[in-house]
């Protein structure tokens, strides 16, 4: 499942990178086509203006340095061809096009000057660009360039595709098969434990416990321990039987009974013995099996006609038959009224919920009816089935004839017996299912990881590779290596350079915040400078901040020289709450950013409500001073229903699709792991319309965590 998934996965991405590669060097080839008829349109003004199609041709014939273009033609105001190129005779020209359509798209638009009029056919791509001189139309250039090299462009990228498509399925079918054995191997390990356990009845079996403290090792910790309670109930189980046994000798060496006593001594011994064969019968986890067995036990010594066990189950909220006992003479009376045996299970169900709901032994006797097949009085007996004083069922037995004490004795001892088995039967089955299912959600869990790891993999390597080919050509071609730029084409550049880098750092952003969940973030801790730290957090934005006329200022009393902390990250904390201010400021605002140094009875004093849950993170520091960084603004401030919400991931406070303010909820979520990492705490007091300050605070010394680490 893994596997079909992932590679469904890459299969319907490579299909979108082979599809929107078509379609970008299709887009390529027109801009291009476009830019060189534009071009083309400006050169020969000067030539069908003059009448000269020796220079007009010469225009044309220019534009062999395209291998692309195999025709060109320049037709006049009224629509008739002016002069004409063409390298491939294939590639035949109108000799004449209706200029009024052109026209027409002219007076109607007037950004037709930077349109583009194309038609793709199954080998050429036509474009069409008007020739103007003063804003009026004089001309019409027209090109047709040979397509027919894209569609081997993209069969050969296709071929890659398919060939690095094929290279990930086959290592992700290695990665999920190394993986899965990690998982099934405990399982499987459990499951023939189970079994040899039911086959041997043998519960001195001990599964080989999982070493770590998960759901699996928690499993088989719990199914040894029933194993130990269970086997230290049939060693006392057996040493009461052994007693049982003694007293019996006893009684028969020291007593000289009569013929009537020693009859009852021998069906006493006689139900002890019974006793004892039930006893060993109880040992078995199959449910069914043991109630079978303990059933015709209990029904052969109580010499019992009809027998059933009721349990209790929750789902249902009430009894339900487990199992039923019918003697041979029955048959006899369901020939008379095929119906008895529903008779008798509804008489038996009455009786066990009455039992039930007093928790003791109710005895009732039924009168014959022969009319409806009942030849003899029965005597029904009903014994509650508990354990820890909790009913977990009823034991119903109906016979013709009364029964001795000796045998009640028996039912009552049997009855107890029966329920702590059935319970420990029960128990056993109920941790089958549970360790079925949570063998299922392993799978299941599983799937999930690998899905989000290729995802992942995906991202980091598909998005930033091109992403960063972008950014560079990009800065060469601002730094003019490829010579001189107009203004709106550096407008244009830096426009895709600032998008590139903003969606760089939000690919970056969603990594970073995966890897901090996946618990894969480790802290470079080190003796950090305070005061570099803040005044290069105002450096980086300072330039951003003047232009919208922003003042900016530090402010920091008695705080440390250095303190122990990972420098990137916090640099980057710093980055993102200044940059944050900036932001929601407006033009002529101020922005303050404030250190000190605090105590934890200061926090725990001063903590905001929202966010008193988070006092819990400086239980795990040893430190009593922390410095504390604030970042105040003048800015739009937040509602107080949001303050809550903010630091979540991809939550901002103006969600909708025409929202002011740029921005994909990242940055502050990533602040509070990183804060959360070093044991500190971040918070944000806001009103609507007067500012906002975002604190954090931060252990002098470092987490403590790191600092055992490095111990060890």
């Excluded at 290592?171 to 191997?185: E, G, P």
Aim: with cysteine.
């Amino acid at each position: 499942m893994i596997l079909a998934t992932s590679g469904l996965m890459i299969i319907v991405i490579s299909a979108i990178f082979v599809i929107n590669e078509a379609l970008s060097i299709r887009r390529s080839v027109i801009n291009n086509i476009s830019a060189i008829a534009g071009i083309t349109a400006i050169n020969s003004t000067a030539a069908l203006s003059f009448q000269d199609p020796d220079t007009a041709t010469e225009l044309l014939e220019a534009l062999k340095v395209e291998p692309h273009i195999v025709a060109a033609a320049i037709y006049n105001a009224k629509g008739e061809l002016f002069a004409e190129f063409s390298t491939d005779p294939r590639a035949s020209l109108p000799s004449e096009i209706k200029i009024s359509n052109v026209q027409e798209l002219t007076d109607k638009n007037s950004l037709f000057d930077i349109a583009q009029t194309k038609s793709l056919t199954e080998n050429y791509l036509d474009m069409m660009r008007p020739i103007k001189l003063n804003g009026k139309l004089i001309g019409v250039v027209f090109i047709r360039a040979d397509q027919r090299w894209i569609y081997s462009h993209i069969k050969l990228f296709a071929l890659i595709v398919s060939g690095i498509m094929a290279a990930l399925i086959i290592i992700s079918y290695f990665i999920s098969s190394r993986l899965q054995r990690i998982i099934s191997v405990p399982i499987e390990n459990l499951a023939r434990t189970i079994q040899t356990v039911k086959n041997r009845q043998d519960f001195s079996v001990r599964v080989k416990a999982s070493p770590s403290a998960d759901e699996l090792g928690m499993l088989m910790d719990g199914f040894n321990n029933m194993l130990e309670q269970i086997q230290e109930r049939d060693r006392r189980l057996e040493m009461n039987r052994e007693q049982l046994e003694r007293q019996v000798a006893l009684r028969t060496e020291a007593l000289k009974l009569s013929e009537a006593q020693k009859k009852k001594l021998w069906v006493q011994k006689k139900i002890q013995q019974a006793y004892g064969e039930l006893v060993s019968q109880m040992n078995s986890i199959d449910i069914n099996e043991m109630l079978e067995k303990c059933l015709n036990q209990i029904s052969e010594v109580a010499n019992v006609t009809w027998g059933s066990v009721f349990l209790w189950e929750n789902g249902r909220q009430g009894l339900f038959i487990k199992k039923t006992f019918c003697a041979p003479s029955l048959e006899e009376w369901r020939l008379h009224n095929p119906s008895i045996l529903n008779q008798l299970e509804g008489l038996g169900s009455q009786l066990a919920q009455q039992v039930f709901e007093q928790g003791e032994m109710i005895s009732k006797t039924w009168p014959q009816d022969p009319d409806n097949g009942l030849f003899s009085p029965l005597e029904v007996y009903g014994y509650p089935l508990s354990f820890q004083c909790k009913g977990i069922g009823v034991l119903v037995l109906a016979g013709v004839r009364q029964q001795d004490d000796y045998t009640l004795t028996f039912l009552e001892n049997a009855t107890r017996q029966l329920g702590v088995a059935v319970h420990n039967a029960m128990t056993f089955e109920d941790l089958r299912q549970k360790s079925a299912q949570l063998k299922k959600s392993i799978i299941e869990l599983q799937r999930a990881s690998r899905m989000k790891s290729d995802f992942l993999a995906n991202m980091s390597h598909e998005l930033r590779t091109p992403l960063n080919a972008i950014i560079g050509f990009s800065e060469l071609l601002l730094d003019r290596h490829f010579g001189d730029l107009n203004e709106t084409q550096r407008d244009y550049l830096s426009d895709v350079l600032e998008s590139g880098r903003h969606l760089l750092d939000l690919i970056n952003d969603i990594l970073d915040l995966s890897k901090i969940e996946a618990g894969k973030v480790e802290l470079a801790l080190a003796d950090v400078s305070v005061e570099d730290v803040l005044q290069s957090s105002l450096t980086m934005i300072r330039h951003k901040a003047m232009k919208h006329q922003i003042r900016l200022s530090i402010k920091a009393e008695d705080i440390p020289k250095t303190i122990k902390a990972d420098e990137q990250k916090l640099k980057q904390i710093l980055y993102n709450l200044v940059s944050n201010a900036v932001k929601f400021t407006k033009d002529g605002g101020s922005i303050e950013l404030h250190a000190e140094t605090v105590t934890r009875n200061w926090i725990e004093q001063n903590l905001p409500g929202p966010f008193k849950e988070n006092i819990s993170n400086l239980s795990h520091s040893t430190s009593e001073s922390f410095l504390k960084i604030s970042v105040r603004d003048t800015g739009i401030g937040i509602k107080p229903e949001f303050l809550s919400k903010i630091f979540d991931a991809f939550e901002q406070v103006d969600s909708s699709r025409s929202k002011r303010y740029k921005g994909t909820g990242l940055g502050l979520a990533l602040c509070k792991n990183f804060v959360e990492l070093h044991e500190g705490i971040i918070w944000v007091e806001s009103k609507a319309g007067k500012g906002s300050t975002f604190s954090f605070v931060l252990p002098i010394s470092g987490p403590s965590h790191m600092e055992k680490d490095e111990k060890k």
